[in-house]
């Protein structure tokens, strides 16, 4: 039970988590991944590797820690862990391992000096209502995602039906379900989890669902990464005919219908949500689309022809292609980084607009600070994060 001198304790930590957070969590993740080889599988080593998840994992406990008496706060952040949660099969009996590894970890970097038994006693009665809210979410989700027409609980079993080279770097797989069902439709940005065999260790990663949902199958569109297992693994050996396994759609980040003009900004392999919406936005409403795409150089961007082909089809459809190398490109569009100048040029007149943005997140922080001086409201921008959730440093 949470009491108010907990709470206190908790709150006073506040300092040392913005001191030290990042290394804590550091520490935990090396130690949990050390000694748990059956978690491994659930958390993506590249992310591990450049620290992102360890910078995230602080930042929400920080947080959590700031506004433990008043969890509302935590807005959109709950939403997103509990969506993250779900697609990964996170399930009731891995709390009480985290919660261990969480407090030894608190003990060990902190020392006994600071972690007295009072303060672990303080936080592991904090983790226990953080675990009880962020279950009861998840139990209702699955549950929901369960009683949906063509939806499941756990992990269900597709077939690669195609296979579709899209750029040089991203490969499209179109997922069928052997067992012939219907499949749930899923909302315009939204993400499955896949989980492929690697040798012999399961092992599962988010991919955004690109295309709109027929009922039938999903489409993912994957970029290989440097150092991507999972990434290299679909596009060296997955094939037509291989079976992997998905979760159901998830994810707060969605389409929302509106009359307002949509733009959609995305950097590199961050437009496959916006894909989707921008399918789904052609088909319904009678809303103004604004498509802008910012890649390196036209050889790894991929949809081109199908944007092209949406916007000859549907004249409230406006796009404009952006490359940061290669200054020449045939066409007439404009090379060129994101800048002010690259925006305006791109944005309709009328700045009261609904916009969604996918990228890296240093490229998401620069196109919102970009659209608020252009005049678009911040409460206007949506984002999504292909990795562990960062608050954007916008000031």
């Known amino acids: 039970m949470l009491s108010t001198e907990h709470k206190q304790i908790v ?110 006693e303080a936080w592991g009665a904090a983790y226990g209502q953080l675990a009880d809210m962020l279950i009861a979410a998840e139990q209702d989700m699955y549950g929901s995602q369960a009683a949906t027409v063509g939806g499941w609980r756990g992990f269900r079993t597709f077939r690669v039906a195609e296979r579709v080279v899209e750029s040089a770097e991203i490969v499209s797989f179109y997922l069928e379900p052997t067992d012939g069902g219907p499949v749930m439709v899923n909302a315009p940005g939204q993400y499955i989890a896949i989980q492929v065999v690697v040798d012999g260790a399961p092992l599962r990663r988010n991919y955004s669902l690109s295309a709109i949902s027929d009922g039938k199958r999903y489409r993912i569109s994957v970029k290989r990464d440097p150092g991507g297992v999972v990434s290299g693994f679909l596009h060296e050996h997955a094939k037509v005919g291989d079976t992997v396994e998905l979760t159901a759609p998830a994810g707060v980040f969605q389409l929302v219908e509106g009359t307002r003009p949509l733009v959609l900004i995305g950097g590199g392999v961050g437009q496959t949500p916006l894909m989707a919406m921008l399918e789904a936005a052609t088909h319904h409403g009678a809303r103004d689309i604004y498509y802008v795409h910012f890649a390196r150089n036209p050889a790894v961007q991929a949809f081109r022809a199908r944007v092209e082909e949406l916007a000859a089809a549907c004249p409230r459809v406006k796009f404009a292609l952006f490359y940061d190398e290669d200054p020449s490109v045939p066409g007439g569009l404009a090379p060129g980084r994101v800048s002010r100048e690259l925006l305006a040029s791109a944005l309709p007149a009328e700045r009261d607009v609904d916009v969604y943005i996918v990228g890296p997140a240093p490229f998401m922080t620069s196109v919102i600070k970009l659209l608020v001086e252009l005049g678009v409201p911040a409460d206007r921008c949506n984002t999504e994060f292909f990795g562990p959730h960062q608050e954007m440093a916008l000031n």
């Open 11 to 120: 709150t006073s930590t506040v300092p040392l988590l913005e001191a030290g957070g990042e290394a804590l969590t550091s520490y935990f993740y090396d130690l949990l991944l050390k000694e748990r080889a059956d978690l491994r599988g659930m958390f993506n080593s590249a992310h591990q590797a450049s620290g992102a998840q360890a910078r995230a994992l602080a930042g929400g406990v920080l947080m959590y820690a700031k506004h433990i008496d008043q969890l509302d706060a935590l807005g959109e952040l709950a939403g997103r862990v509990v969506n993250k949660h779900v697609s990964l099969q996170v399930q009731p009996e891995h709390y009480p391992i985290i919660g261990e590894y969480l407090l030894r970890s608190i003990r060990e970097v902190l020392g006994s000096e600071v972690a007295t038994p009072v303060v672990l």
